[in-house]
């Protein structure tokens, strides 16, 4: 097994030898896709960096409308507690106006501590 495994190498290393002409054309044609591949290297790197610009700039923008969408939950937050509160104070104000003309309903909100 041996024997047969090194007469195939043997001949198979003996069949595949280059001609000196065939050998300096194969180191340029290697030399010719080593400068091919180093140019679409570059290029893809260049393309990379133009994706890795452009999705900094849409993190940006995603980053703004994120802060708009803050301000105008809070912006919406303040105007609903404002007019809660508003409408509490004006509910009280006329419970109290009640109260100074029907003595019944002013101990009904002293007992409740709601004057």
Do not use: Y
């Not at 091919?36 to 790197?45: I, S, V």
């Not at 610009?53 to 303040?78: Q, S, W, Y």
């Amino acid at each position: 097994m041996k024997r047969l495994f090194l007469c195939l190498l043997f001949f198979f290393s003996i069949s595949f030898a280059l001609t000196p002409e065939e050998e300096k054309q194969l180191l340029k044609d290697v030399a010719e896709i080593k400068a091919t591949l180093k140019a679409f290297m570059e290029q893809t790197e260049k393309r990379f960096e133009q994706v890795d610009k452009r999705f900094e700039e849409v993190n940006h923008k995603i980053e703004m409308i994120l802060v708009f969408m803050g301000i105008l939950a809070g912006t919406f937050a303040t105007i609903t507690a404002v007019t809660i509160g508003f409408a509490i104070w004006d509910r009280f104000e006329a419970l109290r106006k009640l109260a100074k003309r029907d003595e019944e309903l002013a101990k009904f909100l002293r007992e409740r501590n709601l004057l």
